[in-house]
């Protein structure tokens, strides 16, 4: 059951989140389908509606700032460049021409996921994935909610809210994980926050010395130059002490 779980939250390592914009005609974890491409609210509507497993995490504090998490999920495959060059995990993630994006967790689990809806307060994922291993193979999809807001009240903290939908596409499997789904909820907590961990402590590092995670991967061969430069600009510049 654990490979289960693995297939769905490999392809969406490193996935952060966004800023929540407080409003009456905002509730958490909504899903705006009128905002949706049709093509995309098609898909979402196919894992969310016919979902094996619904997740919804508690409000999570970690150690950042706007400005730093903003900077990651809009530059991911630098975001999983500097994970693995500071030793925090071993995911890579890849630009696809057509602006989606790959992952592989280098332990069988590989996916695409691309952003669906993306407002200064939230933002969506789908994903599909599959999981190879040595005595079984399965195929899932996902869908992603995700939000977090910069604390008023605590300097250089974040709140995290996380909504998940999975639909495992093996009918009698999917029909198993939702009698036991109460059993396994969990696990899957457990396993999802594993990986929004990663990119929490590289936001914690960056936000307390963003000097030290520059020197880390300047030398790396997998980080761009643009994206390198774009991050010295942001957070080593004179004009952004």
């Not at 790959?102 to 994903?127: S, W």
């Not at 604390?151 to 029909?175: C, G, Q």
Request: glycine share 6%.
């Amino acid at each position: 059951m654990k490979n289960v779980v693995r297939l769905i939250t490999a392809i969406l390592i490193l996935i952060g989140a966004s800023v929540w914009v407080h409003g009456a005609d905002q509730k958490r974890g909504e899903i705006p389908y009128d905002e949706l491409e049709e093509t995309d609210v098609t898909k979402v509507k196919s894992v969310v509606n016919h979902r094996s497993i619904f997740r919804r995490l508690k409000k999570i504090e970690f150690t950042g700032t706007s400005k730093v998490y903003e900077f990651l999920l809009t530059r991911l495959k630098f975001s999983a460049d500097a994970v693995r060059a500071l030793k925090i995990e071993n995911y890579r993630v890849t630009v696809k021409e057509d602006g989606t994006l790959t992952a592989d967790d280098g332990a069988g689990a590989t996916g695409v996921f691309q952003l669906v809806y993306e407002k200064p307060g939230k933002r969506i994922y789908y994903a599909v994935g599959k999981y190879k291993g040595s005595l079984f193979r399965l195929k899932g999809r996902a869908v992603a909610v995700l939000e977090f807001e910069e604390a008023e009240s605590k300097k250089k903290k974040m709140y995290n809210w996380v909504d998940l939908y999975f639909r495992i596409d093996n009918i009698v499997l999917s029909t198993v994980v939702r009698v036991i789904s109460p059993i396994i909820g969990p696990l899957v907590d457990k396993k999802i926050g594993y990986f929004l961990g990663a990119t929490q402590r590289i936001c914690q590092r960056v936000t307390e010395d963003p000097k030290k995670v520059y020197d880390a991967v300047r030398n790396s061969k997998d980080v761009s130059k643009d994206d390198l430069a774009a991050f010295k600009d942001e957070f080593l510049s004179d004009r952004n002490p």
